[in-house]
């Protein structure tokens, strides 16, 4: 049985930028995921995304195979991947589709995805008591490690003891932004569900560490700097055997 759960609603267009980030901080310390409004990607432009999609994931898993998942690109059959290695599961309940840059050449991405995430970046800074400019003066911006992930849950299936992750920094939802969304375990739904997420990681030579703003004597950091590419590298490895 599907629980509502309600989500915040941020608007990335607010001249507040103090009250937005303090916003997102309450959301992510509430909920761990928010709606943004007003991101300046265009309307159109999502529904022919979605559009292609329930295409692709519509095929027979025969076509979709031949596009298997090679080099952090194409298609993830359903159960290949797991987020959570701890967990007992034979995978996570979806299917997915990857575009990344992590194997060569860099990927070009519409402006409009780049700006929002961008600009929500330095509202998260902000929400962490940080410069707003932090992330762009580390470095995170040289040459970011974008990638996308066309993402199709189907509903009902043998998911019993799953925690369904969704580790997303800007997601594309078809919903009418009521403010709630319809959930079990993590955002994993009752019902078919089909996601796009925009991954905006740092460039691949962008030490991954603890912020200051995060930690004291009381709360050490509990993990040891890394580089951007070598987290993404491993996270990858274990989760899909690349």
Excluded at 65 to 88: C, E, H, Q, R, W
Excluded at 140 to 165: K, Q, T
Excluded at 166 to 187: C, H, M, Y
Excluded at 193 to 209: G, I, M, R, Y
Aim: proline residues 5%.
């Amino acid at each position: 049985m599907c629980d509502a759960l309600q989500l915040p609603i941020v608007d990335l267009s607010s001249p507040d930028r103090f009250s937005t980030a303090n916003s997102i901080r309450q959301a992510c310390i509430d909920h761990g995921f928010f709606y943004l409004v007003n991101h300046g990607v265009d309307e159109e432009l999502v529904n022919k995304v979605f559009e292609q999609i329930s295409k692709f994931f519509s095929l027979p898993i025969e076509e979709k195979m031949k596009v298997i998942i090679k080099n952090y690109n194409g298609y993830s059959p359903l159960f290949a991947g797991k987020l959570d290695t701890t967990l007992s599961t034979k995978g996570d309940s979806k299917e997915g589709f990857y575009v990344s840059q992590l194997a060569g050449d860099l990927n070009q991405w519409p402006l409009e995805g780049m700006s929002a995430g961008t600009k929500l970046l330095s509202l998260i800074a902000l929400s962490l008591k940080l410069d707003e400019d932090f992330f762009e003066k580390v470095g995170a911006f040289n040459e970011p490690l974008a990638s996308l992930g066309l993402l199709h849950y189907p509903g009902e299936v043998d998911s019993s003891n799953e925690e369904i992750y969704a580790n997303i920094f800007f997601t594309l939802v078809k919903a009418d932004l009521s403010g709630e969304i319809r959930a079990t375990a993590g955002l994993g739904g009752c019902a078919k569900q089909e996601w796009v997420a925009f991954f905006l990681n740092p460039s691949k030579d962008c030490n991954v560490e603890c912020l200051e703003s995060c930690c004291s004597e009381d709360c050490p950091r509990r993990f040891p700097p890394i580089k951007a590419l070598d987290y993404l590298e491993e996270r990858l490895r274990l989760t899909y055997g690349l």
